[in-house]
């Protein structure tokens, strides 16, 4: 799904990569980003439970991505973060924004997040972490309050990489994602700022 005019931002829904979840989660962030001057490319893509995993989730991705014309950043929420740092890693976008972000899926596995999600789509080549160094662009922006996916994901992949990391103090998991809150009013101060 397509909105707005101006450089492309690719968007990319979370759900821990499983069946339930689908793009038109991301409806309300990709109008946000084309009133902000964006041609927001909410994409969608084989999950785990209908078709996807490991690569076939990434295949998607991939292709979506190389669908766009020339495309200024990918922007994904949660496992959709994920998906973001990993299309800047294999080049395919020149900058990346990860929302609330699953950085490390090795210690996402270890730590349980998403009940065992990440276990299911663990991989190195998909690993974010395991894929450093990353030659992007790359901006986290993680809540201090998420219990979804923990604030120590971001840390430990802005400690490991000099990645820019905007923690959100009293912030959950969700609210980065929500054009109504002060977060996203952060979150769109920095992408005009992205690539200046």
């Not at 041609?39 to 991505?65: C, F, H, K, M």
């Not at 395919?92 to 090795?106: E, H, K, N």
């Not at 901006?139 to 802005?158: I, K, M, N």
Request: aromatic share 8%.
């Amino acid at each position: 799904m397509s909105y707005g005019e101006g450089p492309v931002a690719v968007v990319i829904h979370g759900g821990f990569w499983r069946a339930e979840w689908k793009e038109p989660i991301m409806a309300a962030a990709s109008c946000a980003l084309a009133a902000l001057g964006f041609q927001a490319w909410s994409i969608e893509y084989r999950r785990v439970g209908a078709g996807g995993g490991y690569p076939q989730t990434l295949e998607d991705v991939a292709a979506a991505i190389r669908a766009a014309s020339d495309p200024a950043f990918a922007i994904g929420h949660s496992a959709g973060g994920q998906l973001a740092l990993w299309a800047a890693a294999e080049g395919l976008v020149p900058a990346a924004v990860s929302l609330a972000g699953v950085c490390d899926l090795a210690a996402a596995v270890r730590d349980g997040v998403g009940n065992g999600a990440a276990r299911e789509f663990d991989h190195p080549d998909a690993d974010p972490m395991r894929r450093l160094p990353i030659d992007a662009e790359l901006v986290l922006v993680h809540g201090t309050d998420d219990d979804v996916v923990p604030v120590e994901q971001s840390r430990a992949f802005a400690a490991a990489s000099g990645t820019e990391l905007i923690e959100l103090p009293a912030v959950g998991h969700f609210e980065v994602v929500d054009p109504r809150t002060a977060s996203w009013q952060t979150i769109a101060g920095r992408l005009a700022t992205l690539s200046a």
